[in-house]
């Protein structure tokens, strides 16, 4: 009999929260997390708009100096890994640390370090470049930093496949468990990509929304008039555990992760392939992963960024998977309320599903006004629901072609 | 002077209090840097005194006592 895996502590670093219990309050109420962007001068970009993480104080969760040494995405990873494993009520000193590890997702890691000490190679030479600059920008430092913290001598990798980077981190972290490689793993996604030169480089792709008049609608999956996506920035980290572990130390747990599956489109370097055939082959193989019919699946937390083409050819893969059951099953996206995290999306999709099968709330896909004939799904529109939910898939897909799907079900 | 300026570098840099730099107070030490702080707090040092330190001359400079030594005798 094949290990289980679950969930037992959830930490989040948000736009719309700090802090699980705030995140989730946020998620169910259906906070936008979405304005102007503050931590650079916008004038001349086309997109003015993201959804910042507002008052993370990083001297709250580490000590202040070891702060300066990370990267904003190193920093919200730390912090959500201390809040994962504060709400896991793990005790440290009493688990095995050679079995204890790290998988974390980023897409792009330490940009805005890069940022910095580019302008200053620039300006005054290679010799006032940071001793510090590799380490605080290579993109497996936040794994790395946590091991550090939390004394996780167990297995670590930092997983970058674009925005599918921290489902991809999750489901390893699945798999490395139950193959029996480690009893708990601290995983999921951290991003900080709200910097000049990624902004520029999305907008050149024309993959932002640039509704700059009205942020608080611009971010509107598998709405009609949605037109693009809008960055989002944080972490959220979840602790998995071996079933037995969990039980024999009294754990809570939100849910099992139960499959996991994974494909690439192998067709373009940033376009879905026609139809979400890719995305439709990782949420088949996760259904098959976890011994399951289709039709069990309650609730999917789509990808669903609001770009025009991402949220057609999910619709479409939905229902190449579900086929008539597609209209039955709630889709919604949560990026809706918290703009999209890229390589942190993963993790705090993840962290969602866990919520919704432990709470049997069904969170909302808000700024949905206009039905497009090609998005024909229920996307629970602006209003969570109440619904118990057994199974709950999350979807994560990324440029280069990467698709994940995870199943999360119910523990009873 | 230097060592009322250098200690204020130094506080900022290394996260320590100012009045538990000392002139014997060794960076590694007692000062809970490592070696890539102290790479750091050099360029700091060269910044603020507009020196330049060739990296055979930084290795030798382990105390608040060296640096300070260095930049009296350096300062342009």
């Known amino acids: 009999m094949k290990r289980r895996v679950v969930i037992t502590g959830i930490g989040v670093v948000s736009p719309i929260g700090i802090g699980m219990e705030e995140f989730w309050n946020a998620i169910k109420e259906g906070k936008n997390g979405v304005d102007y962007i503050t931590r650079f001068d916008t004038e001349g970009y086309s997109t003015k708009i993201a959804a910042e993480v507002k008052g993370f104080k990083p001297e709250d969760y580490m000590d202040k100096k070891e702060a300066k040494r990370m990267d904003r995405f190193t920093q919200?990873?730390?912090a959500a890994s201390r809040l994962a494993v504060?709400?896991?009520?793990?005790?440290?000193?009493?688990?095995?640390?050679?079995?204890?590890?790290?998988v974390i997702g980023s897409g792009v890691g330490g940009l805005s370090t890069l940022e910095e000490q580019h302008e200053k190679l620039l300006k005054k030479g290679p010799k006032r470049i940071s001793p510090f600059f590799i380490p605080m920008m290579i993109s497996n430092m936040a794994a790395g930093q946590?091991?550090?913290?939390?004394?996780?001598?167990?297995?670590?990798?930092?997983?970058?496949?674009?925005?599918?980077?921290?489902?991809?981190a999750i489901g390893d972290s699945f798999k490395i468990i139950q193959r029996g490689d480690a009893d708990i793993i601290v995983t999921g996604g951290a991003e900080a990509a709200i910097t000049p030169l990624a902004l520029a480089g999305f907008s050149s792709m024309k993959a932002l929304s640039t509704n700059n008049d009205n942020?608080?609608?611009?971010?509107?999956?598998?709405?009609?008039?949605?037109?693009?996506?809008?960055?989002g920035e944080g972490s959220a980290i979840l602790i998995l555990e071996e079933l037995n572990h969990a039980l024999n130390r009294g754990a809570k747990i939100y849910g099992e992760i139960v499959g996991y599956g994974m494909t690439c489109d192998a067709y373009h370097i940033t376009a879905p392939a026609e139809n979400g055939?890719?995305?439709?082959?990782?949420?088949?193989s996760a259904l098959d992963d976890a011994g399951i019919e289709p039709n069990m699946i309650d609730y999917i937390n789509a990808h669903g960024t609001s770009t025009p083409y991402n949220d057609k050819f999910e619709t479409a893969a939905i229902k190449e998977v579900f086929k008539d059951y597609a209209y039955k099953l709630k889709v919604s996206s949560t990026k809706s309320m918290?703009?999209?995290?890229?390589?942190?999306?993963?993790?705090?999709?993840?962290?969602?599903c866990a919520l919704t099968v432990y709470h049997d709330f069904i969170p909302p896909t808000i700024n949905y006004n206009t039905k497009d004939e090609e998005c024909d799904l229920d996307y629970v529109p602006n209003k969570g629901i109440e619904q118990k939910v057994i199974y709950a898939m999350s979807n994560s897909l990324g440029f280069g072609g990467h698709n994940a799907s995870i199943i999360i079900k119910k523990y009873v | 002077m230097v060592f009322e300026k250098l200690k204020k570098i130094i506080a900022e840099q290394l996260e320590v209090e100012e009045d538990e730099i000392k002139m014997e107070s060794s960076f590694q030490d007692?000062?809970?840097?490592?070696?890539?702080?102290?790479?750091?707090?050099?360029?700091?040092?060269?910044?603020?005194?507009?020196?330049?330190?060739?990296?055979?001359?930084?290795?030798?400079?382990?105390?608040?006592?060296?640096a300070v030594e260095y930049i009296q005798n350096n300062m342009k």
């Open chain 1, 277 to 284: 055939e890719g995305a439709a082959r990782a949420m088949k």
């Open chain 1, 86 to 102: 504060e709400d896991s009520q793990l005790n440290l000193d009493l688990i095995n640390k050679n079995r204890f590890g790290v």
């Open chain 1, 146 to 168: 946590i091991a550090i913290l939390l004394g996780a001598k167990g297995p670590n990798e930092t997983v970058v496949s674009a925005c599918a980077s921290s489902t991809n």
């Open chain 1, 215 to 231: 942020p608080k609608i611009a971010s509107r999956p598998f709405d009609k008039n949605r037109d693009g996506f809008v960055m």
């Open chain 1, 76 to 78: 919200f990873a730390v």
């Open chain 2, 30 to 66: 007692d000062l809970d840097a490592d070696s890539l702080d102290v790479v750091e707090l050099i360029m700091a040092i060269e910044d603020e005194f507009d020196l330049e330190i060739p990296d055979e001359e930084a290795e030798k400079i382990k105390t608040v006592k060296d």
């Open chain 1, 338 to 352: 918290t703009g999209h995290l890229l390589g942190a999306a993963g993790g705090l999709e993840g962290a969602v």
